[in-house]
């Protein structure tokens, strides 16, 4: 059983990371080529469509793998 500090503090020590390899993706994204820059007003909208993306992406990394873990993040989609 996992108490909420364990939790907390495992979740700690991995957001850092997912944070680099979140901003690396969304940079990685913008410079692709996929999308016109020039398009884009100077505002959120461009950096919010690469964040999604590298959210997206980078999630992927993350999955769970066994079956019960699946059922878990099936159900925390509905919170």
Excluded at 5 to 13: A, R
Excluded at 48 to 55: D, F, R, S
């Amino acid at each position: 059983m996992q108490t909420e500090e364990q939790f907390t503090q495992k979740l700690d020590s991995m957001l850092p990371q997912v944070n680099s390899a979140i901003r690396t993706e969304a940079i990685r994204l913008f410079k692709s080529g996929a999308v016109d820059p020039a398009s884009h007003h100077d505002n959120y909208v461009l950096p919010k469509i690469c964040l999604i993306m590298a959210l997206d992406n980078t999630a992927i990394q993350y999955m769970p793998t066994s079956p019960s873990d699946k059922r878990d993040l099936a159900n925390l989609k509905h919170f």
